[in-house]
């Protein structure tokens, strides 16, 4: 049995970034995977507080670029993107006063 239709398996090479959602623990995939993958985000959504963090390939080497925690994450590169950490999670998160 073949591939779907339409599907095409891409190497490594063809990657720009490489994504991990982390809803239980973090493994360290940035150097498990670190195959010339230019960029790693990690999603991380244990304790309830969502958290991002954006990573560069240097020499080999993952470097952080951008984090942040329970706010909304922008990244410049390798393109712009941007989200607001709450809309992660399933559930409603309160409005804040004042």
């Known amino acids: 049995m073949g591939a779907p239709v339409g599907l095409q398996a891409a ?3 063809a990657v720009l970034l490489l994504g991990e959602i982390a ?5 360290d995939r940035p150097r498990e995977h670190a195959a010339g993958v230019p960029y790693f ?6 304790n309830r507080v ?4 954006l990573y560069e ?3 080999g080497e993952y470097h952080p670029l951008a984090a942040v925690a329970g706010a909304g994450f922008v990244m410049r590169q390798p ?3 941007s989200v607001d950490l709450a809309d992660l999670l ?3 998160v309160p409005e804040r006063s004042g």
Not at 41 to 46: G, K, N, W
Not at 50 to 53: H, K, R, T
């Open 79 to 81: 393109f712009e993107f």
């Open 50 to 53: 969502p958290a991002l963090a």
């Open 23 to 27: 809803p239980f623990g973090v493994i």
């Open 11 to 13: 190497g490594v090479a």
């Open 41 to 46: 985000l990690r999603v991380d959504l244990r």
């Open 90 to 92: 399933d559930e409603e």
């Open 57 to 59: 390939l240097v020499d």
